[in-house]
């Protein structure tokens, strides 16, 4: 992918001359330090600041993505999402932006990631909805997992995995220009996600 990096969204001081950075970590599930991409969050000059809906993963704040009151604004230098977004009901997508928006620092930036349904309506088409399109570290994913949430995990009773909208490139660039986020950059990785980088402009 060719998505700008912290080095390219903070291109005025190389990351490696700064203080540790502070990466707030929405949606974290159970702690593990490889869920931080290293490519923007390298190892030893960022610090992860855990939150989660679920108090059962352990988060260092139990809260939702729609009101993280609890977190100071301006006070983290980026905000990463990975398969959060499309939990939440599609009139909640702008408080989360904006809540992402709030607590970053200027030129902070929000990294998030979720399924592109361009690509699964592709699979849809094809008929092919409960078919294996790959294999995640849960387990066989098929397009249905995609659009509604991982149905294993909501059987077993975690209705926080379930879908509620979606987005495709162009959707998902639109939000965050609203939200008032700059230097948007959307890629489609063409294995089922999305992946953006949005900067804070102050």
């Known amino acids: 992918m060719t998505l700008a ?10 990351i490696a001359a700064v203080q ?7 949606g974290c599930g159970a702690a593990d330090p490889a869920k931080l991409p ?12 855990r939150l989660d809906i679920d108090p059962k993963v352990s988060p260092d704040i139990v809260g939702s993505i729609t ?5 100071a604004s301006g006070s983290v230098d980026a905000v990463w999402s990975a398969h959060n977004l499309e939990h939440l009901r599609a ?17 902070g930036f929000a990294l998030v990631t979720m ?5 699964v309506a592709a699979l849809v088409a094809e008929g092919n909805l409960e078919g294996t399109a790959y294999i995640s570290a849960l387990g066989p994913i098929a397009a249905l997992d995609m659009l509604y949430g991982f149905r294993p995990s909501v059987a077993g009773g975690n209705d926080f995995m379930g879908h509620k909208t979606g987005f495709t490139a162009g959707t998902l660039a639109q939000h965050l220009t609203a939200a ?3 230097q948007v950059q959307v890629q489609r990785d063409g294995a ?3 992946w953006a980088t949005a900067v804070n402009p102050g």
């Open 192 to 194: 089922f996600a999305l």
């Open 115 to 119: 399924p592109d349904l361009q690509q």
């Open 180 to 182: 008032g986020f700059a």
């Open 38 to 49: 290293a490519a923007f969050f390298p190892q030893g000059l960022w610090s992860e600041l």
């Open 91 to 107: 009139h909640e997508v702008p408080l989360a932006l904006a809540e992402f928006r709030r607590v970053l620092r200027p030129m």
């Open 67 to 71: 009101d993280m009151s609890v977190v």
């Open 5 to 14: 990096t912290p080095l390219d969204v903070h291109s005025a001081t190389p």
């Open 20 to 26: 540790t950075r502070q990466v707030l970590h929405v």
